[in-house]
């Protein structure tokens, strides 16, 4: 029914930036919540960033300061500007939407964020 797509995942430097984006495509849905995940080798999935379809944005520790979380509802689009990495972050990022009818949660495939020191 939905279907998410993230982009902008790579490798980069300690110290430097990355900007991912989800679009989210389908018919006969809107969006509720957005969010981002991350999930590295050998640890759980663990929850970075949301925001929801009013605007608020709630941050894991690891990301408050360092990471951005936005949405652009027109285009379906959830965003996270990623900067001042560390290789901690390394880590295959999910978005994940919740759409209004239903409450139904979709996964994305993930993109891989890796960071050298």
């Known amino acids: 029914q939905v279907r998410l797509v993230e982009f902008g995942g790579g490798l980069v430097q300690a110290g430097g930036s990355l900007k991912l984006s989800c679009a989210a495509s389908?018919?006969?849905?809107?969006?509720?919540?957005m969010a981002w995940y991350r999930q590295a080798p050998g640890k759980q999935r663990e929850l970075v960033a949301t925001?929801?379809?009013?605007?608020?944005?709630n941050y894991a520790d690891s990301a408050k300061g360092r990471f951005t979380i936005s949405r652009d509802n027109a285009k379906n689009t959830v965003y996270l500007q990623m900067n001042s990495l560390a290789p901690e972050d390394t880590a295959v990022y999910y978005c994940?939407?919740?759409?209004?009818?239903?409450?139904?949660?979709?996964w994305g495939h993930g993109t891989q964020v890796t960071v050298s020191s």
């Open positions: 925001v929801t379809s009013g605007g608020t944005t």
């Open positions: 994940w939407v919740q759409v209004v009818r239903g409450g139904y949660i979709y």
């Open positions: 389908g018919s006969g849905f809107s969006i509720n919540a």
